[in-house]
């Protein structure tokens, strides 16, 4: 016999006893909280909806028109050098631009929380338990940034 078939056996036999000690339970802890009625709330919000109600595309081309005009130049001397330098900084203008708004949205996350309850902000969730429930907090954080939120179609509206 092989390790590699006796591992799921040492695994089998490792649960079973973790469950028997009463180290491990066969219910979740999710699944106690959802059995007392308590509920884990996790917002979710959209980065794109949020960049764009926020003028981040805008702040980004505002701090590039310096290299625009530079970028025209060196294209019509045909600077090879010089195209390279401006695309880099190009890159690092935006690249910074999105490293302080992700700080900005950092930031207001608290507020987001305590304003609509949730205990957990993320990006997404590709699968929530029982007793963990979902909700889209993206014009929450568009408000806390002072943006405009832009409408959202309602599924089947």
């Known amino acids: 016999m092989s390790v590699r ?43 794109q909806q949020v960049a764009q109600a926020v003028g981040f595309q805008q702040r980004v081309m ?40 992700l700080a900005e949205i950092d930031a207001v996350m608290p507020q987001v929380a305590e304003e609509t309850g949730a205990q957990i902000i993320a990006t997404g969730v590709s699968y929530a338990a029982p007793g963990v429930a979902t909700e889209d907090v993206t014009g929450t954080v568009i408000a806390a940034l002072g943006g405009e939120a832009a409408p959202i179609d309602e599924p089947g509206a």
């Open 5 to 47: 078939s006796i591992r799921p056996v040492l695994v089998a036999a490792a649960v079973a006893l973790l469950l028997a000690a009463g180290v491990l339970s066969s219910g979740s802890a999710l699944d106690a909280q959802a059995e007392a009625g308590a509920e884990i709330l996790v917002g979710t919000y959209q980065p």
């Open 62 to 101: 505002q701090s590039m028109v310096g290299l625009q005009e530079r970028a025209q130049q060196a294209q019509q001397a045909g600077d090879q050098q010089a195209m390279q330098q401006i695309q880099a900084e190009a890159q690092q203008i935006e690249q910074q631009a999105a490293s302080e708004l």
